[in-house]
């Protein structure tokens, strides 16, 4: 389950999302050349919180316009997995994308713009090939993302919420996935809560971050994760390792 979270909640925001590269839809800063998530189990020592066993690792790797090239996971599910992200241009904008792993394409995505030239549509290829599924992008009349819709086909599957603030700071994200909701809040740029609730499930989950370590460009180095219902008792110490383009 920790797996999906960070994926829900780290890598998958640059399918989502509609900002100028992936470093700032993932809420980054700075030229980041790679950053490193460890998540550590934790413990108590002379009635104090240190980390325990390492849990997992992520590793994401970006070019120099922002675009991640490359994300490394390895988890008690996914075990040194490498997938790599090719890009293809045009007009200076990303027109297609290729995931793979191995030598094995995962995914390609396709990319439309509207005459503002604002991401408009991705479209999503199956496992053969086909583009069956894509995602649409609404904006208000001052061209601010307020909502994606996710089709299989014809189907309406998914959606998503964008709420900002009075000064256009993103402040929540509310997904709507088959009837699953994810609700993800913000405070000063940063993930403050995220909560899945699956009224067909009892496996809900509410996530709350406590930032401990600020790097100098603003991005998190240490976090504490706290989960409902461990009774918001803490559940993960995060730490975050960056490399920054010269």
């Known amino acids: 389950m920790k797996k999906n979270i960070f994926i829900s909640i780290i890598i998958l925001f640059f399918i989502f999302l509609s900002f100028a590269n992936d470093i700032e839809e993932l809420k980054l800063k700075g030229k980041i050349k790679e950053y490193t998530t460890t998540y550590y189990n934790h413990k108590y ?11 997992s690792i992520f590793i994401v790797k970006f070019n120099k316009y922002g675009y991640i090239t490359e ?20 007009k200076n904008k990303i027109d297609e994308l290729i995931i793979k792993s191995g030598d094995k394409i ?4 396709k990319y439309k713009y509207n005459q503002s030239n604002l991401l408009e549509e991705i479209l999503f290829s199956d ?17 601010k993302l307020i909502k994606m819709e996710a089709y299989d086909g014809q189907m309406l ?9 009075e000064n256009n700071n993103l402040i929540e994200e509310l997904k709507n996935d088959a ?24 496996s809900d989950i509410n996530s709350f971050y406590e930032y401990k370590e600020i790097d100098k460009f603003g991005n998190p180095k240490l976090v504490y994760i706290y989960q409902y219902p461990l ?5 993960y110490i995060v730490e975050y390792e960056y490399i920054y383009y010269e």
Do not use: C, P, V
């Not at 996971?73 to 997938?83: C, L, T, Y």
């Open 45 to 55: 020592e002379n009635d104090s919180i240190i980390k325990g066993d390492k849990n």
């Open 71 to 90: 994300i490394i996971s390895n988890d008690q599910i996914a075990q040194n997995e490498i997938e790599i992200y090719e890009y293809k241009y045009f």
């Open 106 to 109: 995962r995914e390609k995505r």
């Open 127 to 143: 496992e053969n090939n086909e583009y069956t599924t894509k995602h649409k992008f609404i904006y208000d009349e001052k061209n």
């Open 157 to 165: 599957w998914a959606t998503t919420i964008y709420t900002y603030d």
């Open 179 to 202: 009837g699953i909701m994810y609700k993800t809040t913000y405070q000063d740029g940063k993930i403050a809560s995220f909560i899945l609730d699956d009224s067909n499930s009892i």
């Open 231 to 235: 009774g918001f008792s803490l559940k």
